[in-house]
């Protein structure tokens, strides 16, 4: 059973910096494009970066030049380095993969459980 399991939200006043970590586990074949998405409260989820399996890596425009997106495909990992933070920067952060698990011939879109930013002094 492939999941995906994140890590290293917390509580960090503005300006802070956060690393966000997502691992995926299970009986893995390949994994395609690895996202960050975010939600706030009563707003839409909505998608903050992307890495893709050839080596790109994407940013919205609201946190360019803050945010970081890297992943290891040797460990099955992705991350997201955020700098600078911002009150606005507050959701919960979710991961999500196409992955082809090994009973599958097929990529599946997996999502993980969520990990809560909050940005506040």
């Known amino acids: 059973q492939v999941q995906l399991v994140e890590s290293g939200g917390d509580l960090v006043q503005p300006g802070g910096s956060l690393r966000l970590s997502c691992a995926a586990s299970?009986?893995?074949?390949?994994?395609?494009?690895m996202h960050w998405y975010r939600q706030a409260p009563g707003k839409q989820r909505e998608l903050v970066a992307t890495?893709?399996?050839?080596?790109?890596?994407n940013v919205r425009d609201s946190v360019k030049g803050r945010f970081t997106i890297s992943r290891d495909n040797a460990k099955n990992m992705v991350y997201l380095q955020m700098n600078s933070l911002k009150p606005e920067d507050t959701a919960v952060y979710y991961c999500?993969?196409?992955?082809?698990?090994?009973?599958?011939?097929?990529?599946?879109?997996?999502w993980g459980q969520g990990t809560q930013v909050t940005v506040s002094s």
């Open positions: 299970g009986s893995i074949f390949s994994i395609n494009g």
């Open positions: 999500n993969a196409a992955i082809r698990a090994s009973s599958d011939n097929y990529y599946r879109s997996y």
């Open positions: 890495a893709t399996s050839g080596g790109s890596a």
